[in-house]
Nanobody, 119 residues
Framework: EVQLVEPGGGLVQPGGSLRLSCAAS???????????MNWYRRVPGKEREIVAS?????????QYADSVKDRVAISRDNDKRTVLLQMHALKDEDTGMYYC????????WGQGTQVTVST
């Protein structure tokens, strides 16, 4: 069974940093590197938006939403089947539920982790 687990959310003050991680189960042990890994977020009152993505295969192209560009960095470790989202200079509007997904034809989703930016 494919599972994506996302520890790392929490409460952080504006201007602070947070690192989210997403770990894929052993079901993807031989194919994880082929999956594009994505971070989405759902902010209250808004549509779900993609925050960052990193391609599968040898290219591993990274893309970021304009709203977070220069404040976040996505990376992956294929041996550990993990993807990280390092976020800096967090703002109140970054508050939301963050979801990891793995896509290679079919797309798998994690349960999400809450990020709250507040004083």
């Amino acid at each position: 069974e494919v599972q994506l687990v996302e520890p790392g959310g929490g409460l952080v003050q504006p201007g602070g940093s947070l690192r989210l991680s997403c770990a894929a189960s052993r079901a993807l042990i031989s194919t994880f590197a082929m999956y594009a890994m994505n971070w989405y977020r759902r902010v209250p009152g808004k549509e779900r938006e993609i925050v960052a993505s990193i391609g599968g295969g040898s290219a591993g192209i990274k893309q970021y939403a304009d709203s977070v560009k220069d404040r976040v960095a996505i990376s992956r470790d294929n041996d550990k089947r993990t993807v990280l989202l390092q976020m800096h200079a967090l703002k109140d509007e970054d508050t939301g539920m963050y979801y990891c997904s793995a896509k290679w034809g079919i797309e798998y989703w994690g349960q999400g982790t809450q990020v709250t930016v507040s004083t």
